[in-house]
């Protein structure tokens, strides 16, 4: 933080051309006053955020995410207490804001402060180091809330392997390790050749292929293969992972990045093999949810692989970063450290 007035942020700035109309969009690195922060109880100076698929999507402006400009993304934030006018934290006091509105309408990780309401903010965890938090963030929040979902639904080791679609991505890779962690087969999807290794390291013992999940897929059921699912993906993929369910088997879903429609979803894998079909959402869970699963992640499950699937990035590196999303072409988790600014 330069100073307490002014601070550095990315912007993402709506402009209209004049020839076709369109409306375009532009990042710029700027500095930023106090009073462009949106109102919030707690002032929050920012070490680390993290870079995810909504963050590139709002750089984009795209509207399902951002509708208001000039915007600073950045749904993930890590950093200690300025102030705090609703007396729930004192200045210095180490806190998380994942979720809610941060980074979508309301400045976000990618500036050097925020400024949100209490009710947004946990406690970080004292065995959590800043990037470490960062490198779970909303991904690892939402990872582990898909598992804490399929083991509430009975799901348990000895019932056979579990897949992970997406799961070179930053949800995905998650859910890999603590799956794997937990004692779990894990069978991980992926398009990307070079997360291979990745994977492995992190505990896949299987590397599934876009092209064999995508056989059959106009067959209303498919062979019993996994006990289990996070499915990242969305789309037909959701469904050929629905008609794969061992009997009784769930699958939690938490993305859509193949869509949010299931062209060839018919009854039968639910009624005829009970399957279930877990919706997940970390973003509006209950502030006490994030703090109980956030003090998990801390402790009984901390990450084996965090360290390996995490690459730490400067300001500068944003651009970059958010056009390899894009592109589908990032592995693991990239975290934002402001001191490298």
């Given at each position: 933080m330069s100073s307490t007035e002014h601070f550095k942020a990315w912007v993402v700035s709506e402009e209209t051309d004049t020839a076709s109309e369109k409306k375009r969009y532009q990042l710029n690195f700027e500095t930023r006053q106090?009073?462009?922060?949106?109102?919030?109880?707690?002032?929050?100076?920012?070490?680390?955020?993290?870079?995810?698929?909504?963050?590139?999507?709002?750089?984009?402006?795209?509207?399902?995410?951002?509708?208001?400009?000039?915007?600073?993304?950045?749904?993930?934030?890590?950093?200690?207490v300025l102030s705090d006018s609703s007396g729930t934290f004192k200045a210095g006091d180490e806190v998380i804001v994942t979720g809610y509105d941060l980074g979508m309408n309301t400045a976000g990780g990618f500036g050097e402060i925020i400024?949100?309401?209490?009710?947004?903010?946990?406690?970080?965890?004292?065995?959590?180091?800043?990037?470490?938090?960062?490198?779970?963030?909303?991904?690892?929040?939402?990872?582990?809330?898909?598992?804490?979902?399929?083991?509430h639904n009975g799901l348990q080791p000895s019932?056979?392997?579990?897949?992970v679609t997406g799961a070179s991505g930053g949800v995905g890779s998650v859910a890999v390790n603590l799956l794997a962690d937990l004692g779990f087969e894990v069978h991980a999807m992926s398009g990307s050749e070079s997360a291979k290794s990745m994977l492995t390291a992190l505990g896949a013992?299987?590397?599934?292929?876009?092209?064999?999940?995508?056989?059959?897929?106009?067959?209303?059921m498919l062979k019993e293969v996994w006990a289990g699912a996070v499915d990242c993906v969305g789309g037909d993929t959701l469904f050929q992972v629905v008609k794969s369910l061992k009997y009784g088997g769930s699958v939690a879903c938490c993305g859509l990045v193949a869509g949010p429609a299931m062209s060839q979803a018919t009854v039968f894998p639910f009624i005829l093999r009970g399957v279930n079909l877990?919706?997940?959402?970390?973003?509006?869970?209950?502030?006490?949810?994030?703090?109980?699963?956030?003090?998990?992640?801390?402790?009984?499950?901390?990450?084996?692989?965090?360290?390996?699937?995490?690459?730490?990035?400067?300001?500068?590196?944003?651009?970059?970063?958010?056009?390899?999303i894009q592109q589908g072409e990032t592995l693991g988790r990239y975290v934002l450290d402001w001191s490298q600014g």
């Open positions: 106090l009073s462009d922060l949106p109102d919030g109880e707690v002032l929050i100076d920012v070490s680390h955020s993290s870079v995810n698929y909504k963050d590139a999507l709002s750089a984009q402006g795209n509207p399902g995410v951002t509708r208001v400009f000039p915007h600073t993304p950045g749904i993930d934030a890590v950093g200690k400024q949100v309401p209490a009710s947004w903010v946990v406690r970080k965890p004292a065995s959590l180091t800043a990037l470490q938090s960062m490198a779970i963030g909303t991904a690892g929040l939402t990872a582990a809330w898909c598992i804490e979902k399929l083991l019932d056979g392997p579990v897949l013992s299987e590397i599934v292929s876009r092209q064999h999940l995508g056989e059959g897929l106009k067959k209303p877990l919706g997940v959402d970390s973003v509006n869970v209950p502030l006490a949810g994030k703090q109980a699963l956030w003090d998990k992640l801390a402790n009984e499950w901390t990450l084996s692989g965090l360290s390996a699937l995490t690459q730490t990035i400067s300001p500068a590196d944003i651009p970059d970063i958010l056009q390899k």
